[in-house]
């Protein structure tokens, strides 16, 4: 008899704390699912604003020529690199950031792995980030990117979106 009343009383238990164990896993997936969005983020964010205040202009909705997937540009980043004394021009490099099939992309000459930037190298187009869409917001301009990066789950919904901008830095000095 006592064994039965242990059992049932047991049954009572794990009845009762097994929703409650299951919503507290849920709730804290939720959480570091949100967490890592917000982490990738503040890498994406800070890795276009570091492109962006190496340029002299931006140019946006650009043919992305060269790119494949080809498309429209969300954002295209010229920058400079080094002066040619033939034309007394400086030579410029161009950064393309647009959006296909849901994820971001990069194209534009590859950078190396220190950090900056090769020029001279073949261009590559690179997914810098799935389920992601870019939108340029108002105030943009030739030297200014304002935007909204919205990190998407697998079923299309919103799980984290943030704002973002820069400005380029790059400029000729005419003597």
Not at 62 to 81: E, N
Request: charged share 15%; glycine share 10%.
């Amino acid at each position: 008899m006592e064994l039965l009343v242990s059992i049932a009383t047991g049954l009572v238990i794990v009845g009762v704390a097994g929703p409650i164990i299951v919503s507290g896993i849920r709730g804290s997936l939720i959480n570091e699912r949100f967490q890592r969005s917000q982490q990738d983020f503040l890498r994406l964010s800070s890795f276009i604003d570091a492109e962006v205040s190496e340029g002299s202009r931006l140019q946006f909705a650009q043919a992305t020529a060269g790119c494949s997937p080809s498309g429209s540009s969300v954002v295209t980043i010229t920058i400079p690199y080094e002066f040619d004394t033939s034309t007394l021009l400086p030579r410029e490099a161009v950064v393309h950031y647009f959006i296909d099939s849901g994820a971001l992309y990069r194209c534009g000459p590859p950078i190396n792995a220190n950090g900056s930037l090769d020029p001279d190298g073949t261009i590559a187009t690179s997914q810098i980030s799935s389920n992601t869409q870019m939108t340029v917001n108002s105030g943009s301009n030739a030297k200014g990117l304002n935007y909204t990066l919205s990190m998407r789950n697998e079923s299309n919904q919103v799980i984290f979106s943030g704002t973002g901008g820069s400005r380029t830095r790059a400029g000729i000095i005419d003597n």
